[in-house]
């Protein structure tokens, strides 16, 4: 069964920074794409970041590009994401999920931590 486990969140002021980090298991993380996506009270899914399986290859929203960096640790099986110069629009739940988009029916997602960006 995939366990996604995210850590990090937490109350920052705006241009501020936070690293979030997920651990995974129950499944091959070697092999599998990994992404952040992000959701606010009253929205959808907001898809944030996505990573390769070895890591070489990254993509951003709009939104976050050049503000957010995902990473990834294939001996330790975790996907992480840095989040820069934060703004009060950054304020959501954010949840690591499977696939480079991590919001496909198919895609696993974890409880979520949560990020507030409030001076």
């Known amino acids: 069964e995939v366990h996604l486990v995210e850590s990090g969140g937490g109350l920052v002021q705006p241009g501020g920074s936070l690293r979030l980090s997920c651990a995974a298991s129950g499944f091959t993380f070697r092999d599998s794409s990994m992404s952040w996506v992000r959701q606010t009270p009253g929205k959808g899914l907001e898809w944030v970041a996505g990573i390769s399986t070895k890591g070489g290859i990254t993509y951003y929203a709009d939104s976050v590009k050049g503000r957010f960096t995902i990473s990834r640790d294939n001996a330790k099986s975790t996907v992480d994401l840095q989040l820069d110069s934060l703004k009060t629009e950054d304020t959501a739940m954010y949840y690591c999920?499977?696939?480079?988009?991590?919001?496909?029916?198919?895609?696993?997602r974890g409880q979520g931590t949560q990020v507030t960006v409030s001076s």
């Open positions: 999920a499977t696939g480079i988009n991590g919001m496909e029916p198919h895609n696993s």
